[in-house]
């Protein structure tokens, strides 16, 4: 049936211009099913009606007839099509608002159906009874029919046949039927439910004009054939119900007395009305389509609709319409029977519901002043429609009206009342008012136009009804549709309009999203702010920052005259913005603000405090602190604004100083707690030499044998002036602790003593690791510096395990060869034993044992190093030694075992020489052997002038100068050394000559050195 339906849709000028819904049916009215159609050009919605021919046929074929009956069938079958398409014709050349609207002429397709296109409408009446008796029966559940738009939209339909909807239905029909018998001189001829159907706003219009033609005594021209009472009285039973004509809802004048007159219809709207109170929903006159019952039911009294029995009506009819109009339409007599236009002004419709329908109805028609104080009024009387009244008819008839800009703010009012009533307020605020507002706003609104106080006053309704639009649409929705009008409002060149938008923050904010604030909405109101010359704007900008940063408005600055009312509106509960944006964004704005107005300063002080939770230390240090301090000495505060910025001054700065010290002390590692000083160390500098009045460890007791002329252990600057026993006296081993503790603690092991070949073994303690006390004083100075190189005192030193001058020539039986053991951070000074030159220089010129000294082919294979490091002017301190161990040795005396000095002499005569051996000598650091010979050359010094000849000890100093190749930085660091300088030029001959005999004969440098004393 369906397939054969669809198949006639096809190909027509209908199927061209509409896209038709040919899965679902939405209603039937009488032989005609309708299907929901959107226009393709347009997108209107509107519906289709489709009489299948076929279907018919079908219905006919399935009892047998002869060929008599199938040629009367045949004829009846034209008969109906003939009507039908009477039908559609008078929908064409009828037009009234209660008379469905024709948008398409009726069609006939290749299979002889019929199809033309209405307004859209949702069901006929009786579809809807039929319904609604359906659940009745079914215990009183929700309806089972489910409707479906044009767009494939499905939702249950609402059936809801109440007093008022009724009554205003009653009332739109009656004023079609005026229409017809007054103006176009026509009765209905069969007015029944199925010709009734309701479109989308809920009103009720009249169809189903195949009976409808002149009356008899009708003297309005019209182009309708009249009816052939003969022809539609006879009921086939052949044929469905559905094309004959409904005895149920028949006049007597067109069975009884075969009259066509204007009262037929009123008869007929009789018994629809007590239908409508009926259950089930039916006439009270069921003939089932036999003239000899509905005669035989005019027979009797009782037979007949009357008030004596409650007009066969199984549920009570409203006592208005019992008492004053029913007993005046359902008559047998014409002439008793009331006019459409009485009907309307019946008792039946005297009441405020349907007089505001009715109103509505002429509401074009009614005067600016009329319709402003309906517009005052509608508001109170609203609660008291049905929700299907106000969301079909009222509301619609409302939206139509807004293109009346100076009725916009009154309509808005009942219109956000109406959505704020209804239980589906967020379907109809989608389908209706949302599409409404933003072509009124948004579409048709000019650019930059001027004021306009009809607009602006429509502008703020919706600021004001925000929390209800908010409430009724998606995020997706108001970001498309509503947020443009904010943006209109927010432009306005009225202050108040602005000023309300900026106010309605709390309840936009939670409805958008995070990209939508920060770079559409946040960009407009930072706009709004730096141009604006009003304070209040101003004022009113800072406090929309807050609520933009995540902060709530003050309840204490409420002042009431917001215009939202005592209810707060909902805000969101974070932050709208991002970090970055209100410390690069919203800060600086606040820097610009050159008004040292008290209420602009506090409401700068809010953003503030805010920003200053959430933004880095060091920006709230380095920005807010200072914009804070520059704002509390306004000249225009008062006390207690000023205590607010200290307040808040105090409480940022107490936060930078927490994180700042918690900062430090995790870099610094100390888990007790504790905060260094104040690091200078990059001010040290170290002494000049000369500058100084230091005593170098000297008493008053060395001031006093001085002056006496007496000798005293230490008269010298120099360690080495006064031999290798004060050298090692003066030496005091130390222990430097962690750069991080910055302290010296000295060690309790005594001074190390001298030790030699020939003591006895076990008679003195070996050398402990000592520091010089010149270098324990730069490192003093230089304790808590803080550098990018190692700090190399905290490394062990590292000493050879052998070298030319810690393993000289020794008997094979000796033991000395013993290497000196490692000495951890000693300097090459401080770690030489005293040593007695006065009998070892005789033993060693009589034995003839060889120096190491003279050696001078071993020594010329080591590379030359400056040791500029290791040396110091004059009384200047040195810096610390890189190498910690002398690399400057004696062999010891024999029998003994090798101390911990470096520094040892040959064993007594009779031991077999034996030759050095060559090794390389490396000093962590780089330093290498050069270092031992820069001590050689001090040590010569020191020895000179106790044989009182300097001389000679610079050139044995210059002689090993020549042996390591002569360098320039070597030669001049040694002659920073000398300390008289008379004898420069036969130091150096001398040098030579001990380098041309060295080289002829391979003596001994002990023996070179006697012979020279």
Not at 199 to 207: C, L, M, V, Y
Not at 342 to 369: C, H, M, W
Not at 583 to 602: D, F, H
Not at 618 to 646: N, R, T
Request: net charge neutral; proline share 6%; with cysteine.
């Amino acid at each position: 049936m369906f397939s054969s339906v669809v198949k006639s849709i096809q190909s027509t000028n209908i199927s061209s211009k509409y896209t038709v819904n040919k899965d679902v049916i939405i209603s039937t009215a009488g032989p005609w099913n309708i299907y929901g159609a959107k226009n393709k050009a347009s997108g209107k919605d509107f519906s289709v009606f489709v009489f299948d021919k076929q279907a018919l046929e079908k219905h006919v074929s399935r009892n047998r007839l002869d060929r008599h009956e199938a040629a009367a069938f045949r004829k009846g079958v034209a008969g109906v099509v003939e009507r039908l398409k009477k039908e559609a014709s008078s929908l064409a050349r009828l037009r009234h608002p209660s008379i469905l609207e024709l948008v398409e002429p009726v069609e006939e397709t290749r299979n002889g159906s019929l199809q033309f296109v209405t307004e859209a409408v949702t069901a006929s009446l009786a579809s809807l009874l039929q319904e609604k008796d359906d659940q009745e029966r079914a215990g009183g559940r929700s309806s089972r029919y489910v409707t479906e738009d044009a767009d494939g939209t499905r939702r249950r339909r609402e059936l809801e046949i109440d007093e008022l909807e009724i009554q205003k239905g009653l009332l739109q029909i009656s004023k079609a039927l005026e229409f017809l018998h007054e103006n176009a001189g026509l009765i209905h001829g069969n007015l029944t439910p199925d010709a009734i159907l309701i479109n989308a706003k809920s009103d009720w219009k009249i169809s189903g004009l195949s009976f409808c033609g002149p009356a008899e005594n009708s003297t309005v021209a019209t182009s309708v054939e009249p009816i052939n009472l003969s022809e539609a009285l006879y009921h086939e039973h052949k044929l469905p119900s559905s094309v004959q004509l409904n005895l149920d809802y028949t006049s007597p004048d067109f069975v009884l007395d075969n009259n066509l007159t204007t009262s037929a219809d009123m008869f007929s709207l009789g018994l629809l009305c007590v239908a409508l109170y009926n259950s089930p929903h039916q006439s009270p006159l069921k003939c089932n389509g036999s003239l000899s019952n509905y005669k035989r039911f005019f027979q009797s009294s009782q037979g007949v609709p009357s008030p004596t029995n409650d007009y066969l009506s199984s549920r009570p009819i409203p006592k208005e319409l019992a008492n004053s109009v029913l007993p005046r339409l359902i008559a047998r007599r014409p002439a008793q029977r009331m006019t459409a236009k009485e009907f309307q002004q019946s008792e039946y419709f005297d009441n405020i519901l349907v007089s505001t329908i009715r109103f509505l109805d002429g509401f074009p028609a009614k005067t600016a002043q009329e319709k402003s104080q309906f517009l005052r009024g509608l508001i109170k009387v609203l609660p008291s429609f049905p929700k299907s009244v106000m969301e079909k008819k009222v509301l619609p008839a409302l939206l139509d009206e807004l293109k009346d800009r100076d009725l916009i703010s009154l309509i808005l009012h009942n219109v956000f009342k109406i959505i704020e009533l209804l239980p589906s307020g967020k379907r109809a605020f989608g389908d209706r008012v949302r599409p409404s507002l933003k072509e009124i706003f948004t579409t048709n609104a000019k650019q930059g136009q001027e004021k306009d106080a009809a607009r602006d006053a429509g502008l703020m309704i919706i600021l004001e009804q925000l929390s209800v639009i908010a409430n009724n649409c998606s995020g997706v929705e108001f970001k498309d549709d509503i947020l443009p009008i904010i943006f209109t409002t927010l432009e306005s060149p009225t202050p108040t309009l602005v000023d309300c938008a900026l106010r309605s923050l709390p309840t936009i904010l939670p409805v958008l999203d995070f990209s939508t604030i920060k770079n559409e909405l946040f960009p407009v109101i930072a706009a709004i702010f730096s141009k604006t010359n009003s304070l209040a704007i101003k004022v009113r900008g800072l406090q929309a920052f807050v609520t933009l940063c995540g902060g709530a408005a003050d309840p204490d600055n409420d002042d009431g005259l917001d215009g939202f009312g005592t209810e707060r509106k909902r805000t969101s509960s974070s932050s709208a913005l991002d970090k970055y944006t209100m410390q690069e964004k919203i800060v600086p704005l606040i820097k610009a603000i050159k008004t040292k107005e008290p209420a602009v300063m506090i409401a700068a002080l809010n953003v503030l405090r805010v920003v200053g939770k959430i933004a880095d230390a060091e920006f709230v240090a380095m920005d807010i602190l200072p914009v804070l301090w520059s704002m509390s000495l306004g000249p225009l505060l008062d006390l207690k604004q000023f205590q607010s910025f200290m307040e808040l001054i105090k409480t940022l700065s107490r936060r930078v100083e927490e994180e700042q010290t918690k900062k430090l002390q995790e870099l610094s590692g100390g888990g007790n707690g504790s905060v260094s000083g104040v690091n200078d160390d990059f001010m040290s500098f170290g002494a000049i030499a000369g500058s100084s009045l230091d005593n170098n460890g000297a008493t008053q007791d060395d001031f006093e044998l001085l002056v006496k002329g007496k000798s005293s252990g230490t008269t010298s600057g120099n360690m080495m002036d006064s031999g290798w026993d004060s050298m090692a006296s003066n030496s005091t081993p130390a222990v430097m602790s962690s750069p991080g503790s910055r302290t010296a603690v000295k060690s309790d092991a005594a001074p190390a003593a001298p030790a030699f070949s020939w003591s006895t073994a076990g008679s003195q303690p070996p050398a402990a690791p000592v520091k010089s006390t010149q270098f324990g004083a730069v490192k003093a100075q230089q304790s808590s510096f803080r550098t990018v190189t190692p700090d190399l005192a905290r490394f062990e030193a590292l000493t050879p395990s052998t070298t030319q001058y810690s393993q000289p020539l020794q008997p094979s039986s000796s033991t000395s060869n013993v290497s000196s053991p490692i000495a951890p951070q000693t300097s090459s000074f401080s770690s030489a034993p005293s040593l007695n030159w006065g009998t070892p220089a005789t033993n060693t010129a009589a034995t003839g044992i060889s120096n190491p000294w003279s050696s001078a082919s071993t020594m010329a294979s080591q590379p030359p190093t400056s040791s500029f490091g290791n040396m110091s002017l004059g009384s200047q301190p040195l810096r610390p030694s890189i190498s910690s161990s002398s690399s400057f040795s004696l062999p010891p005396p024999p029998a003994s075992t090798s101390s911990a000095s470096a520094f040892s002499l040959a064993p007594p005569p009779g031991a077999a020489p034996q030759r050095p051996q060559q090794t390389t000598t490396q000093s962590f650091g780089g330093i290498n052997s050069m270092n031992s010979l820069n001590s050689m050359a001090s040590m010569a010094g020191s020895a000179n002038k106790m044989m009182g000849s300097s001389s000679i000890g610079m050139g044995m100093g210059m002689a090993a100068m020549k042996n390591m190749g002569g360098a320039t930085s070597n030669g001049t660091s040694m002659m920073n050394m000398i300390g008289n300088s008379n004898g420069m030029g036969t130091g150096i001959g001398m040098g030579q000559q001990q380098q041309q005999n060295n080289a002829a004969t391979q003596k001994s440098g002990l023996e070179k050195y006697a012979s020279l004393l």
